[in-house]
Nanobody
Framework: QVQLVESGGGLVQPGGSLRLSCAASGFTFSSYAMSWSRQAPGKERELVARISSAGSSTNYAASVKGRFTISRDNAKNTVYLQANNLKPEDTAVYYC????????????WGQGTQVTVSS
């Protein structure tokens, strides 16, 4: 049974940082590309970052490039999203995704973790 469990969300002031984690189980983690997406109220889900199965390739949405970093630890079956210099417009539910293809790393989804950026 595939499980993706996100953690690390919360309330942070503008300019602050958060590190999101996603613990995976039920599949061969090292064979899957991983992703982070987000969905704000009233908006469509947006792919924020992706990383290849070995971690050698990454890709970011223009809105977060230079502020967010995706990484993975295949020994721990975990993917991370380091989010720095957070802005109010980063407020959303953040979802972890997994897929066999780097082009579509979201066959499976987690339940999400809320990130709120507010003073």
């Amino acid at each position: 049974q595939v499980q993706l469990v996100e953690s690390g969300g919360g309330l942070v002031q503008p300019g602050g940082s958060l590190r999101l984690s996603c613990a995976a189980s039920g599949f061969t983690f090292s064979s899957y590309a991983m992703s982070w997406s987000r969905q704000a109220p009233g908006k469509e889900r947006e792919l924020v970052a992706r990383i290849s199965s070995a971690g050698s390739s990454t890709n970011y949405a223009a809105s977060v490039k230079g502020r967010f970093t995706i990484s993975r630890d295949n020994a721990k079956n975990t993917v991370y999203l380091q989010a720095n210099n957070l802005k109010p417009e980063d407020t959303a539910v953040y979802y972890c995704g997994a897929g066999l293809r780097y082009s579509s790393p979201y066959t499976y989804w987690g339940q999400g973790t809320q990130v709120t950026v507010s003073s």
